[in-house]
T-cell receptor, first 112, second 111 residues
């Protein structure tokens, strides 16, 4: 079975621009979560969606938004990029809420 | 969220057992203990989780102290592929999607 797939794998943007990151969960998984991992630190929770509804939001500014589509895929949008948004963005899917998370290998975003 | 404390790094020899400790003295009765690991250049990988009783799966064993203030992840026979950062995480009421990762323990495995 295919794992969690994220696109693109790498991305370079300029301060002030907007970016959209995409995630396809494992087939049959209904929950998608997003995490940000800054170099040298553990991942930080951004959002969780289950059955297309937002179920949780971490301590991130409103510049960060996400949505989940009817096919359970998800997008993470970040507006007005700052240098500090440079990080690895990880998507994880799970069968149900509370099930173990399956992570993709992330999108490496560099903001210059 | 209740916090966990882990050593920054540990070393092990290949084919020997590894015991990775985690302290969580402020754990509440409904907090589950999760372990994930992250290999270089990959996303985290689920290892094991539990509430009160010890747990075993094909990857590892989780030993939980009777007072639940600490736990130990046991890799029965370390391989070079087990070199990774291991994260011990508590989640309220098994809300396993909204995890607060700390710094983890970097495990180095020597051949």
């Amino acid at each position: 079975d295919a794992g969690v797939t994220q696109s693109p794998t790498h991305l370079i943007k300029t301060r002030g621009q907007q970016v959209t990151l995409r995630c396809s969960p494992i087939s049959g998984h209904k929950s998608v979560s997003w995490y940000q991992q800054v170099l040298g630190q553990g991942p930080q929770f951004i959002f969780q969606y289950y059955e297309k509804e937002e179920r949780g939001r971490g301590n991130f500014p409103d510049r960060f938004s996400a949505r989940q589509f009817p096919n359970y895929s998800s997008e993470l949008n970040v507006n007005a990029l700052l240098l500090g948004d440079s990080a690895l963005y990880l998507c994880a899917s799970s069968l149900f809420e509370g099930s173990p998370l399956h992570f993709g290998n992330g999108t490496r975003l560099t903001v210059t | 969220d209740a916090k966990t404390t882990q050593p920054n790094s540990m070393e092990s020899n290949e084919e020997e057992p590894v015991h990775l400790p985690c302290n969580h003295s402020t754990i509440s009765g409904t907090d589950y203990i999760h372990w994930y690991r992250q290999l270089p250049s990959q996303g985290p990988e689920y290892v094991i989780h539990g509430l009160t009783s010890n747990v075993n799966n094909r990857m590892a064993s989780l030993a939980i102290a009777e007072d639940r203030k600490s736990s130990t992840l046991i890799l029965h026979r370390a391989t070079l592929r087990d070199a990774a950062v291991y994260y011990c995480i508590l989640s309220y009421n098994n809300a396993g999607n909204m995890l607060t990762f700390g710094g983890g323990t970097r495990l180095m495995v020597k051949p």
